[in-house]
């Protein structure tokens, strides 16, 4: 499970084992027992989330959003897949 960063105390990572077919680009997020699950593309947005408020859920949009090309950066070299 490669983690791609760390930002206050939340862990942004994606699995080893992303399905077969793989799912799409990517990224989960946990904190204290809580998960999300948030598409990159075409925008960032949630596939799930189990716990985080509302605030909290537009924070880590905004940090993926930021991110972008660093998580896929990330999905490509873990991944073999070139961008």
Do not use: C
């Not at 990517?26 to 598409?39: F, M, N, Q, R, S």
């Amino acid at each position: 499970m490669p983690v791609v960063f760390r930002e206050r105390g939340y862990r942004f990572y994606f699995y080893s084992d992303e399905g077969d077919p793989r799912e799409p680009l990517h990224i989960h997020v946990y904190k204290d027992g809580v998960d999300a699950k948030l598409w990159l593309y075409p925008e960032v947005v949630y596939a799930d989330n189990h716990g985080f408020d509302a605030r909290t859920q537009r924070w880590i949009a905004k940090i993926v959003e930021t991110r972008r090309d660093e998580i896929e950066g990330a999905w490509h070299d873990h991944f073999g897949t070139g961008a």
